[in-house]
């Protein structure tokens, strides 16, 4: 008989059994505890993620600035140096100007 009473005093729920009124209050507390900690682990997470989101937003901005700099500087590089040459080339012209103009004051 006391084998009886043992089974009587847990019966699955699975069975289709009905638990008692403290044993069901007592798991829908255990359920509200659960997801009141599956609440707050989600609430962390939501942080997590929007500080991450803000993150890459500000490096997606940072890089979009660097590559209008980069963008905005390789134009401007090529005529300086196209600049430079043109000044390097100036003596040279003048040299070679003088030159042909001793040659043609000389020939006659």
Known sequence: MNDDDERWEEPPEDNGLTLGPEE????EIDKS??????????KD???KLKE????LKEKNRQLHNRISALSN?????????????KNE?????????LLSALLFLFRN
């Open 52 to 55: 991450q989101k803000e993150n």
């Open 73 to 85: 500087e390789a134009p401007n590089s090529q005529p300086e140096t196209h600049a430079i040459k």
């Open 33 to 42: 505890k659960s997801l009141k900690v599956d609440r707050l682990r989600l």
């Open 45 to 47: 997470e939501i942080e």
């Open 24 to 27: 069901t209050l007592q798991r």
């Open 89 to 97: 080339l100036i003596p040279f012209l003048i040299a070679l100007s």
